[in-house]
Structure formats: structure tokens, C-alpha cells
């Protein structure tokens, strides 16, 4: 059933909301997360610095400094992003604490200052995908109306491709977010995605079973990954189904409750 382009207000978040960006209320986000992000990354890191040496040719170079395909994405230390048992209660399903990601995300949530940086990044992309699982607790048929978790102006300020098997119109948002749902695949939704970013970058933004199909695709360009120091024995794992990949590490960076280790994905 195709829902009408209708909005309605998503389900009540509690208090303790939230892991902000991948789940937030934005009456409830943080100032950065509410903002309009930053425009046209500027990559200046180790491997820049390491293609300048060797005197990697500016073609190159300018190709992974606009247009990459970028991910980033919070695991368990044991590689899971999500707990078994999703429900809109708990959608972050059994997390290791409240259902709501505030272990997995306290890097951000409690010591926002010490990853500035890193926050900083995440929103900067000029399109985005993610999967239905990510926008929401609806399964199946969209028996109900759903606009996401982020209330009525989410964080994205850009087109968001939701990839499901369930066709629906277009959700325009307050702020310049419309959620476009793709149901022929992930190649498409990366299409139509890189359109609308123009020279900048495409953001995967979750959950594991979205970016492990475009890691699986060689899609991928940088792989930026925010580990915390706990483990979740089980639920959505990042790289399950994903054949060896050769990654270069361009970058670290270890604070009090995580560790942000960013790959490059060479193959
Ligand atoms: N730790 C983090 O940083 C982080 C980041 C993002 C999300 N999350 C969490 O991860 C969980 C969601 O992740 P997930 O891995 O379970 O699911 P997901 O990747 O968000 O969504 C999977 C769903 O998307 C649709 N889909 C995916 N690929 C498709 C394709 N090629 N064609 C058509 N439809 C496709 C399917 O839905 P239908 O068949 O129902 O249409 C599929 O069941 C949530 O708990 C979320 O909170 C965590």
C-alpha cells in the first residue's frame, strides 16, 4: 500500500532520546545536528598528505576529494551496529543498554567536544542513503503513515534515498530533507543519490545491512568507523556477507568512549 504523502508526527520519543543522528528528535538534537552542515569537505588528513608525496596525479586526487562514497557507522567492539529485536520501544533492539543506542552512541551523546571532528563530518555529505530499517520501525507493507524519527525538520538538509521493497511517494521535510524511497536496488539508489550530490559526497548512513550491500559491491570509498568498547554477542553485523576486503588506514583517533579508525576501501 502506498501511504500518502501525508505528515504525521512519529511516535512519541521519551526524554531519553536519543542517539541523535541516527535516531533523534530534532526539538531534541544538539545545535550541530540542527544546523546546516558544513558544505564541500576539505580533506587534508594523513592520506592526502600521503598522495601529495608520492605525487599522486591531481585527477585522482581531486576524484576522492569530491564525489566519494562515504560510511560511517558506530559498532560494538565485537562488529555489530544494532541489537537483535528492533521494535519502535527499542529501536536499537537489545543494545547493550536502553534500546535507544545511549551506550553505543554516548561518544557523542556524552563527550560531543572531545569528537568534534568527527561529528562534524558525518552530516557534511550533500546526499544520503540509509535503509527502511534505519528510518523506521514499519515492516512490511507501510500500513501506517511514518516520516522518520527525526520529527518534522530532520538533521539531513539534503535528499535522503531510502532503500525498501516497498514502493512510496516522496516525503518532503522542513529544512530541504526529502526521503525518496528506491525500490530497485542499491545501484540505483547510489545513482540517483550521486546526482543530487553534485561534486560532493554520498553518505551511507546505516544500518549494517545497507552499507555491508555496497561494501560487497566495491561502492565504498572511505569506511569511517566509530568503535566502542562493549560488545553485543549478537544482532546486525557489519561486514557479515562482505568477501575480504584490503583497506588502508588513513586515519585514528582515540578518545575516552571510542576509538574513530577511517579506512580507505582500496578493494
Ligand atoms: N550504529 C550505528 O551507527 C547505526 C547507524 C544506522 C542504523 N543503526 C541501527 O541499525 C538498525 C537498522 O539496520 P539494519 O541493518 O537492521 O537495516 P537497514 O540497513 O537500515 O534496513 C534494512 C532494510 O532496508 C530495505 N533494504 C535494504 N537493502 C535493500 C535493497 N537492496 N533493496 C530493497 N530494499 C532494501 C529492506 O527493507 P524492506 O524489505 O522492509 O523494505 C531491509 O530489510 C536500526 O536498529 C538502527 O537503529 C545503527
Not at 113 to 122: A, F, T
Not at 177 to 204: K, Q
Request: hydrophobic letters at 35%; proline letters at 7%.
Amino acid at each position: 500500500m502506498l501511504i500518502p504523502n501525508e505528515r504525521a508526527a512519529p511516535a512519541p520519543v521519551g526524554p531519553k532520546i536519543l542517539g541523535e543522528l541516527w535516531f533523534g528528535a530534532s526539538h531534541n538534537l544538539p545545535r550541530f545536528l540542527t544546523a546546516v552542515p558544513h558544505r564541500g569537505p576539505v580533506r587534508r588528513d594523513a592520506a592526502w598528505e600521503h598522495d601529495r608525496e608520492q605525487g599522486d596525479d591531481a585527477m585522482n586526487r581531486d576524484r576522492r576529494d569530491n564525489g566519494r562514497v562515504i560510511c560511517n557507522l558506530t559498532i560494538s567492539a565485537d562488529g555489530y551496529s544494532a541489537g537483535l529485536n528492533q521494535t519502535e520501544e527499542r529501536p536499537f533492539g537489545d543494545d547493550g543498554g536502553d534500546g535507544w543506542a545511549d551506550k553505543l552512541h554516548a561518544w557523542y551523546s556524552e563527550s560531543s567536544e572531545e569528537n568534534r571532528e568527527e561529528i562534524d563530518q558525518i552530516l557534511a555529505a550533500k546526499a544520503f542513503i540509509m535503509g527502511r530499517n534505519m528510518f523506521g520501525p514499519v515492516r512490511g507493507e507501510w500500513d501506517r503513515p511514518w516520516i522518520g524519527w527525526w520529527g518534522d525538520n530532520p538533521p539531513y538538509h539534503a535528499p535522503v534515498f531510502v532503500l525498501t521493497h516497498h514502493a512510496r511517494e516522496p516525503q518532503p521535510m522542513e529544512g530541504g530533507t526529502t526521503f525518496h524511497f528506491v525500490t530497485d536496488g542499491i545501484e540505483s539508489a547510489l545513482t540517483r543519490a550521486r546526482e543530487a550530490a553534485g561534486d560532493g559526497d554520498v553518505a551511507i548512513m546505516g544500518g549494517a545491512t545497507t552499507i555491508n550491500q555496497y561494501l560487497a559491491a566495491g561502492l565504498i570509498d572511505e569506511l569511517r568507523l566509530h568503535i566502542v568498547p562493549l560488545t553485543l554477542g549478537a544482532g546486525t553485523r557489519l561486514f557479515e556477507g562482505v568477501p575480504p576486503l584490503k583497506l588502508e588506514q588513513v586515519k585514528s583517533h582515540s578518545a575516552s568512549l571510542v576509538t574513530h579508525v577511517t579506512y580507505r576501501v582500496l578493494s
